[in-house]
């Protein structure tokens, strides 16, 4: 299994940048496609960005592309969430999730197995 760990939500101004990681722990991580998914009070989670197993593969969700870069570093166990421009809109709980089936990464919550306790991203206007 796969336990992770999300760090680096704080409070920011509208166009500001912020890099969220994750620190992955288990024998597995390099064989795991890896998700970043947001939530917001009251409204859905809702998908971010996904890398494949080797980093060579991303995808982003319409309303962060351009602005947000998903990457990892298996030799650290890492996976980063860069985030420039940001906008009060992107203000919500940022949720880091493993999959154990899937290698090139997913804009389906429920494809993914294992999930960080999450870290908060408020961007104040």
């Known amino acids: 299994q796969v336990q992770l760990v999300e760090s680096g939500g704080r409070l920011v101004s509208a166009g500001g940048s912020l890099r969220l990681s994750c620190a992955a722990s288990?024998?597995?991580?390099?064989?795991?496609?890896m998700g970043w998914f947001r939530q917001a009070p009251g409204k859905e989670r809702e998908f971010v960005a996904a890398?494949?197993?080797?980093?060579?593969?991303?995808y982003y969700g319409d309303s962060v592309k351009g602005r947000f870069t998903i990457s990892r570093d298996n030799a650290k166990n890492t996976v980063y969430l860069q985030m420039n421009s940001l906008k009060p809109e992107d203000t919500a709980v940022y949720y880091c999730?493993?999959?154990?089936?899937?290698?090139?990464?997913?804009?389906?919550?429920?494809?993914?197995?294992?999930w960080g306790q999450g870290t908060q991203v408020t961007v104040s206007s």
């Open positions: 999730a493993a999959s154990s089936r899937l290698r090139f990464g997913s804009s389906e919550a429920g494809l993914y197995d294992y």
């Open positions: 890398i494949s197993w080797s980093g060579a593969t991303t």
């Open positions: 288990g024998r597995t991580f390099s064989n795991n496609a």
